[in-house]
C-alpha cells in the first residue's frame, strides 16, 4: 500500500480510501469485515458523507467495531456534509453556518469520535454565503471538532470564493474520475481540438489542484459514466479496453479492478482512490493498484483503449 502526506496536513495517508456510501447493504458482521479486511490491506482512511443512508452508514461503521479510542487512532475519519434531503423526496443543499455544526455533530456522534480528521462540504451550495462557511470552520476547528476542511465536486472558481473567506487551507476535492470517466484529464490532451473531449466542464480543475496542493479523491474508480454502471467485465462496450486490461492483468500478475486502481494511481498529481465497493474480495483486489508500476506507453495505452482520442 502506497501512504503519501496529505498536502498541508500532518497525516500521513493511503492513497486507497475505503468509502463507506454502501456499508448498510452489509450486517454488523459482514461489516465488521470488511472494514477489517480494509485495514489489513494497509487502507487507514475512510470516507463517510452524514447523507449516506440518512447517516446509517456512519452508524453502522461505528457499531461493528465498537468504536473505542485504541481502534480511533489507528484510522483517519473523513465525512461530508451538506446535503439535505426533504420531505416529499426533495434534496437541497445547505452550507449554512447552523446546518453545517449541527451535521457536524450528528456525524460525531453516530460515528462515536469526538474529532474529525477531515471534514468535506459535499455538493456546491448555489445559495452559499462564503462568510458563514468561514464562521463554521473557524468555530469547529476551535473546538477540535476538526482538524483539516476541503470540498467535494467543486470547480476553481467555487473553491476560489470559499478559499477568499475561509482561513484554513482548502486540503481536498473529491471528484469523480476513472478510466472511461475522464474529463478532467481529457482537456488537457485535446487542447484546442474540435473534439467533444476539448470542452472544459470540470473548469481546469485537474491543474487548479496540482497548482494549489490541492489532493483530488477519485470517487468512482470503475465507474464507466455518472452512476453508468461499471466497465470492468463490460466486453459489449468496451472490448478493446477490457483487452488491453485483461493483458495488463496478466503482466503484473494482478486482476483488472488492480488496473482500474492502478491506472489513476499512476498519475502524478498524486490522488487518492475511494473504492466503494462492499465485496472483500474485489477490494482486496483493488488494493493491489496502489502501487502498480504500468509504465507511461501503457497509461496512455489504456487511455486510448477506453475511446479517446489522443491527437
Known sequence: M???NLKNTDLQVSNIVMGCMHLTELDKSQAEKHIRTAMEQGINFFDHADVYDGGKCESLFAEALDMNDDLREKMILQSKVGIRRLPGNHTIYDFSKDHLLEAVD???KRLRTDYLDVLLLHRPDALVEPEEVAEAFAILHASGKVRYFGV???NPY???LLQKYVPYKLIANQLELSICYSRMIDIGI???MDLDQSTIREGGILDYCRLHDVTIQAWSPFQKDYFG???VGDEEHYPELNAVM????KKYNVTKNAIATGWIARHPANMQIIVG???DQRLIESCQGSELPLTKAEWYEIYEASGKMIP
Open 106 to 108: 450528528a456525524s460525531l
Open 246 to 249: 485483461d493483458r495488463l492483468a
Open 229 to 231: 454502471g461499471v466497465f
Open 152 to 154: 467535494s465536486n467543486q
Open 190 to 192: 485535446a487542447v484546442n
Open 158 to 160: 467555487q473553491m476560489e
Open 2 to 4: 502506497k501512504y503519501m
Open 277 to 279: 465497493t462492499m465485496n
